[in-house]
Structures are given as structure tokens and as C-alpha cells.
């Protein structure tokens, strides 16, 4: 077994400084591209594939913490997961601003009927819309007034948002569909670990190891009811 890593404050600290400048190099990337004229004959093609693409990448990225931290043993990765999900939301954000404002003009009209006529905008814009409320409840505040638990199964949603985000991108390519496959490949392995380890913590041995007794069996102990 790997042995765990617990980062102290400062490394920590440093950590999410390196993440965040990692996680901003695309956006700075495309920016310089478009200072220098260097986003080819179609600039509003190239940007809006390139934030579409990010926004899969760090949804996949996200999706892997959970896993990575458990193969790895190291909870501390679970510190990251808010600022890479929301990386997600931001360059989905710069996706679909591309398509309102430099696609369509913020035509009103003229999206609505993009939106039913092209299945796959359909796919692109739920995807959307059901990633605002998973950023919009991503701080310490909303998982308290929440409820962890209504806040876990909000949550869950990301892996519909990954699915819809998939098939999106697979039907706009429609040819060369090589990067929507690794993607779907990606999102199978994530969620089939999931699945994996979820069956595992359910095993009756493994309940038995996750229960504390609050006190020791015989004298003193509590008297329990019938099941």
C-alpha cells in the first residue's frame, strides 16, 4: 500500500497556488492566441472547441480525485476537488458565453430554435444549466445548510453532466470521433470504479469493520431490541 501524504498548511497552501495557475494556463493560452492572431481562419470555432474541450478534461480530472484518492490512500486529495470542478464550470461557462455572445449574437429567437433543431446544443445546454446549481452550492456555507446528505445527491449530478457532455461531443464531430471515444472510455473507467468500490464498502465484512461500539460487549453494554 502506498503510504499517505498529508500536505501541512503551508504545502497545502502552495499546492492549490500551483493547481490554480495550472488549471488558468488554457484561458491565458487562448488569450495570447487571440492577441497574437494566432486562432486560425475560424476564431470562434477555435474557442469554442477549445473551452469545450477544457470543460470535459476538468470534469474528468474532477471525477478522478475520489477514486485516485482511495487507489493512492490520500484523503488530502478531496482539498483539490472544489477548485477543479469549479475550473470545470468556468470554462464551461467561457463555452457557452462563446456560443451566446460571439455565435449567435445573443439572438434570442434564433437559439431557442438552435436549441430544439440540434440535439446536440440540446445536450450541450442541459449539461449547462444542471452544472450552475453544483457550482453555485460548492462552498463550506451551502454544504452545511444543505445537509450532507442532500448535498452528496445534489452532487451526483456531475456524472449525468459528464455523460451529457460526452455525447455532445461526439455528435458534433460526427467523422473523427477518436477524442469523444477517450473520453467515454475515461468516464467508464471513473464510473466503473465507482461502482467497484461502492460493492465493496456494502460486503457484510466491511460493514462489520465500519461500525464503532460505543462501548465493550458484555457487562455495561446496552441491552438491544429485537430487529
Not at 172 to 188: M, Q
Amino acid at each position: 500500500m502506498i503510504p499517505s501524504w498529508r500536505p501541512d498548511a503551508g504545502q497545502a497552501r502552495w499546492l492549490k497556488v500551483a493547481l490554480f495557475l495550472l488549471c488558468l494556463a488554457p484561458f491565458v493560452r487562448l488569450g495570447w492566441l487571440a492577441w497574437h492572431h494566432g486562432l486560425g481562419a475560424n476564431p470562434i470555432e477555435h474557442i469554442t472547441r477549445a473551452t469545450g474541450w477544457w470543460t470535459l478534461t476538468f470534469l474528468m480530472i474532477t471525477l478522478t480525485v475520489t477514486p485516485a484518492r482511495k487507489l493512492l490512500s490520500q484523503p488530502w486529495l478531496l482539498r483539490l476537488r472544489r477548485m477543479l470542478g469549479l475550473f470545470a464550470f468556468f470554462y464551461g461557462s467561457l463555452h457557452f458565453t462563446t456560443y451566446l455572445w460571439l455565435d449567435q449574437f445573443f439572438d434570442v429567437g434564433a437559439i431557442i430554435k438552435d436549441v430544439i433543431k440540434r440535439p446536440f446544443i440540446t445536450l450541450g445546454f442541459s449539461a449547462f444549466v444542471l452544472l450552475i446549481p453544483l457550482a453555485a452550492t460548492s462552498t463550506n456555507a451551502m454544504v452545511r445548510r444543505l445537509g450532507a446528505r442532500r448535498w452528496q445527491w445534489l452532487h451526483q449530478a456531475v456524472f449525468v453532466i459528464g455523460t451529457l457532455g460526452v455525447i455532445h461531443f461526439w455528435w458534433l464531430v460526427k467523422k473523427d470521433i477518436t477524442e469523444p471515444l477517450i473520453f467515454a472510455a475515461i468516464l467508464s473507467v471513473l464510473l466503473g470504479t465507482r461502482v467497484v468500490y461502492r460493492l465493496r464498502d456494502t460486503r457484510p465484512e466491511a460493514r462489520n469493520r465500519s461500525v464503532v461500539r460505543p462501548y465493550p460487549r458484555g457487562r455495561g453494554a446496552p441491552s438491544r431490541g429485537k430487529a
